[in-house]
């Protein structure tokens, strides 16, 4: 039996001893073997024991290789894939309204109460006609103008007050300037105001309530408060109107035209965009 040393002593003083232990034992219980049962030139087994070696023979390279932590796959980088197209949406879009009718430009020639709101709603929804159908577009908006008619319903002054699109407001004055002749002022005076012409595919229709128009106006507001820092500061109350006669009111009445379903809506839209809450829509 060939036994390798250890190259440390005390380490192989013990495997000497503990070798020899487990030879006696072993013979201890090994059986007999009869003489002549072993053949000269028969080849010996030979075992081989090597102890592990300690902390200081290993290698310092070893000892890294060992005290270093597992190395931990990374997982390969995900690239964030792109999100699928989305359909194109449809864009808003409202049609002109059609142009007022021979009936309703006779009605506004002779309507002269409230400045003539007849005639000053009809010109409006005439220009309105003329530009075409608003699409849903950077170049959407409105325009304000302040407009004088002559007696004869010839344009005479035509002022931009403001404006949110120059698309609209080109579009617009192109539909003036290409206006049909129009009926004559209702008072045969010249007709100055202003009005708003919306290109947008939300506006709604803006056709006005007469039921109203027999009343006297509300008196204008001025703040009692409000001073020049030089002048006086006499009381200024609130001047109540004055009632009309009632003679003049009969009359009157029997100018107004009956308000249509239109007319309706569009007057209870507006007064649902002036008043309504900002948290009521939420």
């Known amino acids: 039996m060939f036994i390798q040393r250890s190259s440390h002593p005390i380490a192989g003083a013990l495997t000497l001893g503990l070798h020899g232990l487990v030879l006696a034992l072993w013979a ?41 932590p597992p190395a931990v796959k990374q997982a390969p980088a995900r690239h964030p894939q792109p999100a699928p197209p989305q359909p194109a949406r449809a864009l808003a879009t409202m049609a002109a309204p059609p142009a007022p009718s021979a009936e309703e430009w006779s009605f506004a020639a002779r309507y002269a109460l409230k400045n003539s709101k007849g005639y000053r709603h009809s010109w409006g929804r005439q220009v309105r006609s003329m530009m075409g159908t608003a699409v849903e577009s950077p170049d959407q908006g409105m325009v304000r103008f302040l ?81 020049d820092g030089k002048s006086a500061q006499p009381p200024s109350p609130l001047q109540p109107g004055e009632a009309p006669d009632p003679g003049d009111m009969e009359e009157c009445l029997k100018q107004l035209p009956r308000d249509s379903i239109e007319a309706e809506a569009a007057h209870d839209q507006r007064q649902q965009e002036r008043w309504r809450s900002s948290h009521l829509g939420r």
């Open 147 to 227: 407009v004088e008619i002559a007696p004869d319903g010839r344009l005479s002054r035509l002022v931009t007050i403001w404006t949110t699109s120059a698309v609209a407001e080109r579009l617009a004055r192109k539909a003036i300037e290409s206006m049909p002749p129009l009926p004559p002022t209702p008072t045969g005076k010249s007709l100055v105001f202003e009005r708003t012409i919306a290109f947008t595919p939300f506006a709604t229709d803006d056709t006005p309530i007469y039921r109203n128009d027999c009343l006297p106006d509300p008196p204008v507001f001025r703040n009692a408060f409000a001073w």
């Open 28 to 68: 201890g219980h090994m059986p007999s073997v009869p003489q002549g049962s072993i053949r000269h030139g028969a080849p010996m087994q030979l075992l081989l024991l090597r102890t592990p070696p300690t902390a200081a023979e290993r290698n310092p390279q070893d000892q890294r290789e060992a005290a270093a």
